[in-house]
């Protein structure tokens, strides 16, 4: 079956997705910040999804919105919400982020105009079968350099949060 | 191929179907926990309401609408309201990319019995469970109650860490099969081994896999032994501790449908799927494989029941190292090895 209302679900998407992205900074109570966060992770997948990338989708919602969200819910549990909700929530690096923000923005604009030529109209998506096979492949074939060195990244994080955490080894 | 509006009304029709389907297999799984552990420890179970006792869920369904809500105050209101919607939305959804046999013809046109086929059943499944976390967490915080935050912070925690040995347990089973399609995984699984073995996974050599799915599934739906986060000689009733009425009917909803889809993946990844041995006319040969899953599924949850009524209840600290020490390095060596076995048979 042919997609249907393509421009509905990505429009759709983006605004769940913006949306979030901004409660997570304008939402005083850390609890709901998170939740926002995770609407935005959700939208983020269903873009993937519509990108003819259902693993990227799959594993997007697996570890980001089900493993590392529920970790980061599981310290703002335990942190007394009630004294940081006091807290002003804007300090002077207001102005600061707001440049940064407007920078980002020129320059994904400036790219978005020069680039015009440079991509193509519409990129082949690949075959939504083949999907996972072509990411195996990739994975352990061109770029298993890169691969091994993230893993090594993360390894090396482990090791590090353990010999932090635990007194006597 | 259906044109859109065909394939719509379809699935209207199939999700109304599994969805009656399900909760009515919920309400009688409980009936069916409360007869079988009733009769384990000398008593009878439910028998006023109807003939055995069958009519019991729905008086036990209209007790729960009639009953009074209550909010209790210095609750956080929206998530405390969201969190049960959050816990059995999740718990159903996932009921959507289970298949239940092979595609039937109706009125000359395919029609699969699964609402939606997706070539990445597994992972939707996988990520579905993995959200329904949230529910729970959200209900233990939302409470502002010391036993239900415990409650929520311990499910969190078990469900985190027994994700991982689930979905490794479940890797065996991909490369076995190549597909993360749960209907060609079940494809995968049909015929004999010399004539009488059927070729299920647990009989190739997945037993361990099944094993590691079996102890993480328990934990992942927080039953008996693994029932910490609910534990009511520490925590009252855990994370539904400030719940009442139809919004504690919601999570206890949300872990019996767990528990079926639990069986359902248990059913379709291990134990075959829908085959089984085919006999008689045409017509009988349409139902049989329902059976057949539904069978499978029945003696799955039955086992649930089972431990329930057998084992005691882990200590916290036994849970998490069973989980880390046992369950993930074994899983691990089973990953190794049956990635060493069919690369050697490839």
């Known amino acids: 079956m042919n997609p249907v209302a393509t421009p509905f679900f990505f429009y759709l998407l983006s605004t769940l997705a913006i949306l979030g992205g901004v409660m997570v900074i304008v939402r005083r109570n850390a609890v709901h910040s998170a939740i926002a966060l995770i609407v935005t992770l959700l939208s983020v997948a269903g873009l993937y999804l519509m990108l003819y990338a259902p693993f990227v989708a799959g594993v997007q919602i697996i570890v980001y919105a089900g493993g590392i969200m529920v970790l980061f819910l599981f310290v703002i549990m335990l942190v007394n919400i009630d004294r940081s909700m006091k807290e002003r929530a804007f300090n002077k690096q207001w102005w600061i982020a707001i440049a940064a923000a407007v920078a980002l923005g020129a320059l994904f604009v400036s790219v978005f105009v020069k680039s015009k030529g440079l991509f193509p109209e519409r990129g082949l998506p690949l075959a939504e079968e083949s999907n996972t096979q072509q990411i195996g492949l990739y994975l352990y074939g061109n770029y298993m350099f890169a691969f091994e060195i993230a893993s090594l990244l993360l390894l090396v994080a482990i090791i590090g949060a353990v010999v932090m955490a635990k007194k006597r080894i | ?346």
């Open chain 2, 1 to 346: 191929m259906l044109s859109i509006q065909t394939f719509l009304i379809v699935a209207v029709i199939k999700t109304l179907i599994a969805l009656v389907v399900l909760l009515t297999a919920v309400a009688y799984t409980v009936w069916l926990e409360r007869k079988v552990v009733g009769h384990m420890q000398n008593r009878w179970g439910p028998t006023r309401v109807g003939p055995f006792g069958l009519l019991q869920p729905l008086a036990d369904g209209l007790k729960f609408i009639l009953k009074e809500d209550l909010t209790p105050p210095h609750v956080n209101k929206p998530l405390y309201i969201a969190a049960p919607i959050i816990a059995m939305v999740f718990a159903i959804t996932s009921i959507a990319v289970i298949p239940f046999g092979n595609p039937i013809t109706v009125f000359g046109k395919q029609i699969p019995l699964q609402i939606a086929d997706v070539n990445i059943g597994l992972l939707i499944i996988l990520g579905i469970t993995s959200m329904g976390v949230y529910g729970v967490a959200l209900a233990g915080w939302s409470s502002n109650n010391k036993y239900s935050l415990l409650g929520g912070l311990r499910a969190s925690a078990q469900m985190v860490s027994y994700e991982i040995s689930l979905g490794l347990s479940l890797i065996g089973v991909l490369i076995l099969a190549g597909s993360f399609s749960l209907k060609d995984i079940v494809d995968a699984q049909s015929g004999v081994f010399w004539g009488f073995i059927p070729k299920w996974n647990i009989f190739q050599g997945q037993i361990i896999a099944f094993f590691i799915y079996l102890c993480s599934a328990y934990a992942e739906t927080n039953r008996i032994p693994f029932d910490l986060p609910e534990a009511e000689t520490e925590l009252v009733a855990g994370y539904h501790t400030e719940y009442s009425s139809m919004k504690f009917a919601m999570f206890f909803i949300s872990e019996y449908a767990n528990m079926m889809t639990v069986a359902c993946l248990a059913t379709i990844l291990f134990l075959g799927g829908w085959h089984g041995p085919m006999f008689g006319p045409a017509l009988l040969q349409a139902v049989l494989p329902l059976v057949w899953f539904g069978l499978k599924v029945f003696c799955f949850l039955f086992l649930y029941i089972w431990v329930r009524g057998t084992l005691p209840r882990f200590r916290y600290d036994q849970l998490m190292a069973f989980g880390w020490k046992f369950l993930l390095p074994l899983a691990i060596a089973n990953l190794v090895i049956t990635a060493l076995v069919v690369a050697w048979t490839a």
